[in-house]
């Protein structure tokens, strides 16, 4: 089962088949900001993967449009859309520095 690490917070959880880096958070106590129902329309799950981009699933064709829209750069993801192969280490803006 993957493990994602969410940092600087300290905290992680397994992830289970089919389940995208917002469950996992939600169920790791990791707060990401979200409004629009995890659709991939509010990108206030942006995220960035530090370790393990590989790990995920393809951009939606959403979060590609939200991507250009926002001028994602290599790492960044919206929670929502990305499903999880294998292990991650995600961090936000907003969790504080990285140490
Ligand atoms: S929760 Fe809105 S884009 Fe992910």
């Known amino acids: ?3 994602i690490r969410f940092v600087p917070l300290g905290l992680e959880a397994p992830a289970r088949d089919g389940e995208t880096i917002l469950d996992v958070a939600r ?10 129902g995890g ?3 509010c ?4 995220i960035c993967v530090i370790e393990g981009a590989a790990n ?12 250009d829209e926002l ?4 790492g960044d993801r919206l929670a929502c859309q990305a499903c999880i192969k294998g292990d991650l280490v995600v961090t936000t803006t907003y969790w504080g520095p990285i140490r």
Request: hydrophobic share 40%; charged share 15%.
């Open 39 to 41: 659709v991939g329309w």
């Open 43 to 46: 990108a206030r799950c942006r």
């Open 71 to 74: 001028g994602f750069t290599a």
């Open 1 to 3: 089962m993957p493990i």
């Open 56 to 67: 995920l699933s393809a951009a939606t064709w959403v979060e590609q449009e939200k991507g």
């Open 27 to 36: 169920r790791a106590g990791a707060p990401i900001g979200n409004s629009c």
